[in-house]
RNA sequence: GUGGGCGUAGCUCAGGUGGUUAGAGCGUCUGGUUGUGGCCCAGAAGGUCAUGGGUUCAAGUCCCAUCGUUCACCCCA
């Protein structure tokens, strides 16, 4: 048998509502901040990903689907979007048509990693991309809006955490006197770490073992280390956070492994998932766009894994959708009516109703309980005696009731179901 | 890429130290009303016990391999 790929999987019906509620809170919240939604190729040209996100980045170096198309070019699936909508911005020459650009996505990402909790190969983020502003406002909208996110699918377990970066002299500043303070140590760090050491230093923060904490408690924090603008425009940041009564902790530890940031990062971590605990992470980039070839513009972002998300929501019974429901079901009485019920469904749906019918040729209880199951509304029971008199019996299936009903006046029948709607 | 756990009905899981026809609950179907759901009752269908090999008189059970899955590390959403 022939099963789905390791670290993809079917969202099938009965999950799809709660995407789409998700989907939906999420549009919902970023037509209200004026986000426009951008949809871009599921594919692009590797070089994309390994200029923007950064080639020794573990994404970029390890985690990709690449491959050679048919022309010899090498393509890669896209691991993240940022890279993609900074692309299309460039090549639309969007910054000419309006000075500040707001987009939002929902769209599937690939990582070949090795899946667990809250780790697929396939998985699918939203997020947003303000380009065009340095103003510490837009960062501050950014983790506003996935706040409210999170909140409106009834979250409440979960934390956000900022941090600044500075900008690239500041931090290799900092970088320089954590080679420092680790220099003496560097013995007693971890494998991993002493990797990270020569490769991402910062990430060192991030390290899971007892004893790189230790030592990493003790050294310097980079916020010592900011130059003054990027140290104003970070208060300023937490400033506006606290005046929306959105809480935030500052955790100096707080590096992230894109390349691209500067200035302002943040996290979401949720206590009610595995180990992979980021909701939802993002920053500022505002060297990015030049990187890739635009002019210098500043932006800022985030992104949000769903799965990640709709796990936090399980475990957390945040969300109670109401059972789906259908208006009406049509029993057939006798066996000879099934064209009559066939006239009748192409009636009601012309006319709104969600109307179902059996395709079984199912006994009468069979076909009652089928639209027990359906949670119907209505049942019109069609064939018999009321049959010949041109009628057939429409039970009401929550109180019961039942009462014979003109079949020439299916219109009344529309009319009744469609007023307690 | 590394390490651990687990693979028995559609789903969730039982099946001490190997012993003959592999079980339960839920779900599905049928019946209990010549044409009526939910609750209840009765019954039925549904399993190459992941696959392959080995040990044994005998393997769902022990051993090995493979595949799948899951959790964690790494890293990230």
């Not at 929902?106 to 780790?119: D, H, K, L, T, V």
């Not at 409106?152 to 955490?161: A, D, Q, R, S």
Request: glycine share 6%; with cysteine; proline share 3%.
């Amino acid at each position: 048998m022939i099963k789905a790929i390791a670290g993809t999987k079917d969202i099938l019906p009965e999950n799809i509502r709660l995407w789409k509620h998700l989907e939906s809170l999420v549009e919902k919240e970023m037509v209200l901040f004026n986000f426009k939604e951008i949809r871009t190729p599921i594919f692009e040209e590797t070089a994309l990903f390994s200029h923007g996100i950064g080639e020794a980045t573990d994404i970029v170096s390890k985690e990709m689907y690449t491959f050679t198309d048919r022309s010899g070019t090498s393509v890669s699936l896209k691991p993240e979007m940022t890279a993609s909508v900074v692309r299309a911005f460039i090549e639309h020459e969007l910054n000419k048509k309006a000075n500040f650009y707001k987009l939002f996505y929902i769209s599937p990402m690939f990582r070949q990693e090795r899946p667990q909790a809250g780790r697929l190969r396939q998985f699918h983020q939203f997020g947003a991309e303000a380009i065009g502003s340095n103003d510490p406002i837009v960062d501050a909208e950014i983790i506003i809006i996935a706040n409210n996110i999170l909140k409106n699918l009834g979250l409440k377990n979960f934390e956000i955490k900022i941090n600044s970066l500075g900008i690239p002299t500041s931090r290799e500043k900092y970088k320089e006197e954590l080679r420092k303070y680790l220099g003496d140590k560097l013995d007693s760090l971890s494998e991993d770490s002493k990797k990270r050491f020569k490769t991402n230093i910062l990430r060192i923060f991030d390290s899971k073992n007892e004893t790189d904490r230790k030592i990493m408690a003790g050294a310097p924090t980079i916020l010592d280390y900011l130059d003054d603008e990027s140290r104003e425009h970070f208060e300023n940041v937490k400033q506006l956070l606290s005046e929306s009564n959105v809480p935030v902790t500052v955790d100096h530890k707080l590096v992230r492994g894109l390349d691209y940031y500067t200035n302002t990062t943040f996290e979401i971590i949720s206590k009610s998932v595995g180990a992979q605990s980021a909701l939802c992470g993002g920053g500022r980039y505002n060297l990015l766009i030049e990187q890739l070839g635009g002019k210098p513009v500043p932006a800022t972002g985030f992104a949000a894994g769903i799965e990640r998300i709709l796990l936090a929501c399980e475990n957390e019974k945040s969300i109670n959708l109401k059972d789906e429901e259908l208006d009406i079901y049509l029993v057939r009485l006798d066996k000879d009516k099934k064209d009559k019920v066939f006239a009748i469904a192409n009636f009601l749906r012309k006319n709104g109703l969600i109307t179902e019918l059996d395709y079984l040729l199912r006994s009468v209880k069979a076909q009652m309980r089928e639209a027990n199951r359906l949670n119907s509304k209505y049942v019109l029971m069609i064939g018999g005696d009321e049959f010949l008199r041109n009628a057939a019996v429409l039970k009401n299936m929550q109180s019961g009731e039942q009462e014979e009903v003109i079949l020439d006046n299916l219109d009344g029948i529309v009319k009744r179901i469609e007023s307690v709607k």
